[in-house]
């Protein structure tokens, strides 16, 4: 067996008759020229003749579909996708679309692939998932970026699996940020979390990936100010956990035989820190004009309308659970409210500062032609906005999020909602329920 870092959050696992790759993201930007990476390399050699490729969620830094684009239609058919099984099947006829074969892996449940390999897929909430790599009885476990504050998460993926893990693939960085603040403490969380998953998981080795990227617009260029570089979380584990760190960089194999030596990819990535001022910057896209944004606002809502309960919509309106929002339109240099119930609103008025959101005119219009267009801006930190209205406006694009994990506010989908563990996530969320860990 052979494993080979690519970048971020991907890697190659080789066996005799496998050659699976995770989370191909590994050039150009991502989450709307939010993201980019440290660095680009190439890989292909590394990327000849791959028989899987396994996607933990539908993130563009995960799901990349650029990749997915340039992979030679001919080799389509040669490949299978393994993704977890959804209830809207979007990536899954994506995929199939384009002649990949395709197998859905049921949650929890190990499935053999021969050649003594054993995969189990487990989702968290709303829509990451994890994955175990069993072969020949030596384990991969990468948990990516699946949310794991809460203990009870690792446990269970403990008690799922019940076996020895050689091999933890975690993510060491903040992904994203509620309000410019609190940054420091988001990164010590992260860090946090790797302790956690060493505690309860006590993996033989803790290989830190899936931050490699930086903010990479020059509206949120600042969140890169406190991120976690690769050399702090390496003396962290050092210094807080039972676990070998193991720091690779692009195309670097997994020594089993000998200990990594983890100073060569610690100098390749501390460059690039060094120098993250100096890196390429996304400037402003160019601006959305009043009219598209109100035309793309109802177009939102028609979708809102049509996949969910109206009725139920309004009354949770009503009850200010979907209550109107207000915006400053940076770009523009205009006020605007929105809600649900009759679209967006241009108006002459200067709300107090700390009850509106402020974004360009792109966010915005990103947030109405996607589902998961808020999402990406939660990720991609292109908005200012205190963070007590933020859970406001949350709550406000909250369907949409919704949406696009398949599930809708309407009767015949509430089984979708009968699951213990997602529905404490949601009351978490919208501030319903205190966290306890």
């Not at 690792?154 to 975690?170: E, M």
């Not at 860090?191 to 990936?209: A, R, S, Y």
């Not at 605007?336 to 009850?355: H, P, V, W």
């Not at 908005?383 to 209205?389: I, T």
Request: glycine content about 2%.
């Amino acid at each position: 067996m052979k494993i080979t870092f690519l970048n971020h959050a991907s890697f190659i696992i080789e066996t005799n008759k496998f050659k699976i790759c995770i989370d191909p993201y590994l050039f150009g930007s991502a989450f709307n020229n939010g993201w980019n990476l440290l660095s680009e390399e190439n890989h292909k050699e590394e990327l000849k003749n791959i028989t899987h490729i396994f996607y933990s969620h539908e993130h563009p830094d995960h799901f990349s579909i650029p990749f997915i684009n340039s992979i030679e239609t001919k080799n389509c058919k040669d490949i299978e996708i393994l993704f977890q099984e959804t209830y809207d099947k979007k990536l899954k006829k994506f995929c199939e679309n384009k002649d990949f074969k395709f197998r859905e892996l049921k949650n929890n449940k190990e499935l053999n692939f021969g050649d003594e390999l054993f995969i189990t897929c487990g989702k968290v909430p709303f829509f990451d998932s994890w994955v175990n790599f069993n072969i020949n009885n030596v384990n991969i476990l990468n948990v990516n970026d699946c949310v794991l504050e809460n203990p009870k998460l690792v446990h269970n993926i403990k008690k799922i699996l019940n076996r020895k893990i050689q091999i933890l693939f975690t993510q060491f960085s903040y992904a994203n940020s509620d309000t410019e603040l609190d940054q420091k403490n988001l990164a010590i969380k992260q860090l946090e979390k790797i302790k956690l998953q060493d505690k309860i998981l006590q993996p033989d080795n803790i290989v830190p990936f899936a931050s490699f990227i930086y903010f990479s617009n020059n509206e949120n260029k600042f969140m890169n100010e406190n991120i976690n570089t690769v050399k702090n979380v390496y003396d962290y584990i050092s210094n807080n956990c039972e676990a070998n760190p193991i720091i690779l960089k692009p195309n670097m194999s997994l020594e089993f035989s000998s200990r990594t030596n983890n100073q060569i990819a610690l100098d390749y990535w501390n460059k690039f820190y060094q120098n993250i001022d100096k890196l390429k910057y996304n400037s402003s896209d160019k601006a959305i004009d009043e009219n598209s944004l109100i035309d793309k606002s109802k177009n939102y809502l028609k979708r809102i309308k049509k996949h969910n309960n109206s009725i139920l919509i309004f009354l949770l309106f009503k009850i200010n659970f979907f209550s109107e929002i207000n915006l400053y339109i940076v770009d523009l240099k205009k006020y605007c409210s929105f809600n649900l119930m009759t679209g967006l609103k241009f108006q002459n008025f200067a709300a107090d500062e700390n009850k509106f959101i402020s974004l360009n005119s792109n966010s915005l219009s990103f947030i109405f032609d996607y589902d998961y267009g808020f999402d990406t801006l939660g990720i991609n930190a292109r908005f200012k906005c205190d963070k007590n209205y933020y859970s406001k406006v949350k709550k406000c694009f909250s369907l949409g999020t919704l949406n696009n994990t398949g599930r809708y506010i309407k009767l015949n989908n509430l089984y979708k909602f009968i699951n213990f563990i997602f529905l404490i996530r949601i009351l978490e969320i919208f501030n319903f329920k205190k966290r306890n860990y």
